[in-house]
Structure formats: C-alpha cells, structure tokens
C-alpha cells in the first residue's frame, strides 16, 4: 500500500492522559498536513510540514499539541494532558507540491473519556 | 473569516440520475479548488479539482464547474450509483498558503 498510512485507527484515553499519533506520508511528498475533523464537520487544518520544518500552525493547536517530523519522512502528533474537547478524527495528508491535492489517510479517531 | 461552505447538507438521489452538489465560497483570492469524497470511518478522498484559471473540468463520471462572479462551486456525479453514497466536501485553498479549507460537507444517498 503507497497511501498515507495512520497509526492507530482508534484511541481511547483518560482525561489527563497523554496520546502520539504517528503518520507515514506518501513517500516521495515532502509535504505533510494534520487536520482534525469532528463529526458532521468538515477537516479543520492543525499544521503543516515542508521537510522537517513546521511551517505553519493553526491557532486551534494549543500548547497541548505538538508535531514533528525528525526526519523529513513520518510525522507525530502528541497530545497531552488530553481533554474531552479533543476527541475528534485526526487525519493526516501529504502532497508532492504546495499547488497540488492532497492525499489522505485514514485518520485516527480519539475518544477521550 | 473566509470560509467554504455548502447549500445543502443533504442530497437524496435516485440511482441512475445525475447528481449536482452545490458549494459557494467568499475569497476571491483562491485560487484552487478541490472535491473530496468521504466514506464513513475513513479519510476524504480526491475527486476531482480546478483550478481559477478554468471554468470547467470533467473526469470520469464526475464534472466540476466553477463561476468565479458568483464565487460559486459546483461538482455534477452522472448516473450516480450505490457508492457515491458519501459525504462530499468542496476545499479551496489560497494563493501562497499551505493549506486547503474545508467546507461542512453534503451528505449524498443514493436510493435504490
């Protein structure tokens, strides 16, 4: 499979708890987006990878949020100290340029109890 | 701020008619646009996407019109079957920025 690859599909968690996504883009895209999606909405963008630079946030990612891509190839998004409020899909997408679309993966979806 | 949106949430079609998912959008400065398909438990997947400097694109079953006047979007599904039951999102994104913006999406059902 040469898609975006997400990993877990699910996670369940404790209000306080930690969680780290990881996120293997299509491997020749240098460019790597997180988004979030909660239900019935459309994906809202977290940030945003050229390489290993994050050249972008959003201001919906508070200092509880962080990613990185180390290497230029996967990325992570941790979460800590997780709140109800951050239970949502959180997906993950790469392209080969800034001008083309993106690819997605299948997200992991987080329920924070 | 800007956004995309859709006019309708929901859209009931009868399988073997065509289908028409309307989107509109308030920045003129986008300049690319994108058609996303979303199948439950899973992530969007690309359609179809135009660019400002055309009017219409078609691909295979699907055609995507834009009307840059009217900042308005629209993707047409023909003979529209069982799995084009999904959600669809319109995205369009701005000149120099990274990232697409999504609008709420339309639920498309397709009936027997």
């Known amino acids: ?4 690859s997400q990993d877990p599909r699910h996670k369940i968690t404790k209000r ?3 969680v780290t996504f ?19 909405q459309g994906p809202e963008f977290l940030t945003y990878f050229q390489n290993e630079a994050q050249l972008e946030k959003s201001r919906l990612l508070s200092d509880r949020f962080s ?7 996967f990325s992570t998004l941790e979460i800590q100290r997780t ?19 993106l690819f997605f993966g299948s997200g992991t979806q987080l329920s924070v109890l | 701020g800007e956004s995309v949106g859709l006019h309708l949430p929901t859209l009931s079609v009868q399988e073997g008619d065509n289908s028409i998912i309307n989107c509109a959008y308030s920045n003129s400065a986008s300049d690319y646009f994108i058609w996303y398909k979303q ?13 400002s400097n055309m009017d219409k694109r078609q691909g295979q079953r699907v055609t995507v019109l834009l009307n840059k006047t009217v900042k308005h979007l629209s993707l047409q599904i023909a003979a529209t079957q069982p799995g084009d039951s999904a959600v669809y999102f319109c995205a369009e994104k701005n000149i120099g920025d990274y990232k697409l913006s999504f609008g709420a999406g339309t639920t498309v059902t397709v009936r027997a």
């Open chain 1, 16 to 18: 306080g708890q930690n």
């Open chain 1, 83 to 101: 709140e109800q409020g951050d239970s949502a899909m959180y997906l993950c997408a790469s392209s080969l340029t800034a001008n083309e679309k």
């Open chain 1, 67 to 73: 990613a990185e891509r180390p290497k230029g190839s």
């Open chain 1, 1 to 4: 499979d040469t898609g975006v």
């Open chain 1, 22 to 40: 990881r996120c293997d883009p299509i491997s020749e895209h240098n460019r790597l987006y997180w988004y979030r999606q909660t239900l019935g």
């Open chain 2, 39 to 51: 199948e439950s438990g899973k992530g969007p997947q690309f359609i179809i996407d135009i660019r």
